[in-house]
């Protein structure tokens, strides 16, 4: 089992931004995925940034130049910067881990919300 802690969440105005903490214990292996996900009211939970243990990075159109994903390997957290946040932004924002290899398997944090309004 992998147990995760996020936080950072909060309210913002647009433009301001905030950073997201997602801290990994238990049964990690040795190669991984950690990342974010988003579900706004009314919408399917999609992709926002991951991360792996090697480094590569992959991020949703609708935040490239904005928000900047990033793992501390020794905390195993990874943290998400987000930039010039925009009202469309606005959405619960989930912390996921997968195991890939030796063995893989999935695991989600509670969420943290995230609010951008004036």
């Known amino acids: 089992q992998v147990q995760l802690v996020e936080s950072g969440g909060g309210l913002v105005q647009p433009g301001g931004s905030l950073r997201l903490s997602c801290a990994a214990s238990?049964?990690?292996?040795?190669?991984?995925?950690m990342g974010w996900y988003r579900q706004a009211p009314g919408k399917e939970r999609e992709l926002v940034a991951t991360?792996?243990?090697?480094?590569?990075?992959n991020y949703a159109d609708s935040v490239k130049g904005r928000f900047i994903i990033s793992r501390d390997n020794a905390k195993t957290t990874v943290y998400l910067q987000m930039n010039n946040l925009k009202p469309e932004d606005t959405a619960a924002y989930h912390c996921?881990?997968?195991?890939?290899?030796?063995?893989?398997?999935?695991?989600w944090g509670q969420g943290t919300q995230v609010t951008v309004s004036s």
């Open positions: 238990g049964r990690i292996f040795r190669v991984y995925i």
């Open positions: 996921k881990f997968s195991n890939i290899w030796p063995a893989s398997g999935d695991y």
């Open positions: 991360i792996s243990s090697s480094d590569n990075t």
